[in-house]
Structure formats: C-alpha cells, structure tokens
T-cell receptor, first 115, second 114 residues
Framework: NAGVMQNPRHLVRRRGQEARLRCSPM?????VYWYRQLPEEGLKFMVY????????ESGMPKERFSAEFPKEGPSILRIQQVVRGDSAAYFC?????????????FGPGTRLTVT | AQSVTQLDSQVPVFEEAPVELRCNYS??????LFWYVQYPNQGLQLLLK??????LVKGINGFEAEFNKSQTSFHLRKPSVHISDTAEYFC????????????FGQGTRLTINP
C-alpha cells in the first residue's frame, strides 16, 4: 500500500507567481490535512478536507491560499502571488475514518522556495 | 484550545545513553497524544500514540512514553540511543474523538554523539 504522495518535492517560484502543491492520500483514505512548517518551527495546521468538502480551514491565511479535494484526483493546495514569507515545507497527511480519524499519515512534503 | 510545549529545543546525548524528551500540553478536554519523528528532509513518522488505557505506551524503535494526566505531560524516553535516532521529534495533541487537526509542539532536535 503506497503511502501519502506529494509532488513536487521541491518547488521554486518567483515572487508574484502561483504555486500548486499536490497530495494523493493513502489508498482508502478520504480525509486530507495540510500543514505548514516554517524554518525552525513546528507544523501548523492549515486546512482539513474530505472529498469535495472543506471541513476546517481555520489555519488558512485569509488571502491568496486555497485548497480543494475533488471527487477524482489529488488534493491541491494553491498559493497565489507568492511572497518570500510563503517559503516553507508543506506537508499533507491523510486518515481513513471520521469518528476516530485521530491517526494521520504524513507525506514527504513539498519544500517551497520563493525567490 | 489546545497547546503543546516541548521544553527542550535541542538535546545532545552520547550513543547508548538514555534520553528523555519532555512534552507538556494544555487542554480543557480529553486529548489524544502523539509523538512523531522527522528525519532530515523527510516527512513525519508516527512513533507512538496515547488514546486511552495504560498510561505507559510503547512505540517503534524502542521508544516509550508515559501519559501523566495530573502533570499534563507526555514525555518520550529511550533507555539506550543509537546514532540512527538523530532526528527532530515532535509532540502533538488532538482534542479527542471526532476531532481532526493536530496541534504540534515546536520540536526537539535529538543529536547522538559517538
């Protein structure tokens, strides 16, 4: 059973460009979470999605950031008009259930560098 | 709201020595507790978790942790470390059944010296 897959692993964008980060959850998992890890810091929750629904986006910046998890295909975290402060590692995690979805499995992350 | 404090940002130890990484949390509700390990340039791997039951939890790679409700702590221990244990360790809390997001501590960098 393949683990959580994220691509690209490394992404370089110039200020003002758009960044698209993809996450394919583990087989059978229908819940996806995105976290951001700034340099020398722990992970911070951004958003929790189920198929075609955003369940909790309390950690998402109000502007430029959006996320989706369509019925078919991977979950996408989209950052418009990137700025240097967006440089970070973005991790996706997935879990299989709702009522006891306490265990999350993490992908290898996408390291975004904004130049 | 929940919060997690990892009391040491860096812990250097010698190979084969014991180690304890400290974690305290605050929460007004029952929580689930986790320890994750992150090797350089990799994602997070679950070491162990406490959901309920026995307060002493055993995980992978010889690690164990003890849940102490009165002290709101969940310290991670290993009796004898190996060079390969060099990594960043994160304590995390989830606010219980049905909840979704994990709240992480700042991390503790464990460095094993030969």
């Amino acid at each position: 059973n393949a683990g959580v897959m994220q691509n690209p692993r490394h992404l370089v964008r110039r200020r003002g460009q758009e960044a698209r980060l993809r996450c394919s959850p583990m087989k059978g998992h229908s819940h996806v979470y995105w976290y951001r890890q700034l340099p020398e810091e722990g992970l911070k929750f951004m958003v929790y999605l189920q198929k075609e629904n955003i369940i909790d986006e309390s950690g998402m910046p109000k502007e430029r950031f959006s996320a989706e998890f369509p019925k078919e295909g991977p979950s996408i975290l989209r950052i418009q008009q990137v700025v240097r402060g967006d440089s970070a590692a973005y991790f996706c995690a997935s879990s299989p259930r709702t009522w006891d979805s306490y265990e999350q499995y993490f992908g290898p992350g996408t390291r975004l560098t904004v130049t | 709201a929940q919060s997690v404090t990892q009391l040491d940002s860096q812990v250097p130890v010698f190979e084969e020595a014991p180690v304890e990484l400290r974690c305290n949390y605050s929460s007004s509700v029952s929580v689930y507790l986790f320890w994750y390990v992150q090797y350089p340039n990799q994602g997070l791997q679950l070491l162990l978790k406490y959901l309920s039951g026995s307060t002493l939890v055993k995980g992978i790679n010889g690690f164990e942790a003890e849940f102490n409700k009165s002290q709101t702590s969940f310290h991670l221990r290993k009796p004898s470390v190996h060079i390969s244990d060099t990594a960043e360790y994160f304590c995390a809390v989830s606010p219980g059944q049905g909840a979704q997001k994990l709240v992480f501590g700042q991390g503790t960098r464990l460095t094993i010296n030969p």
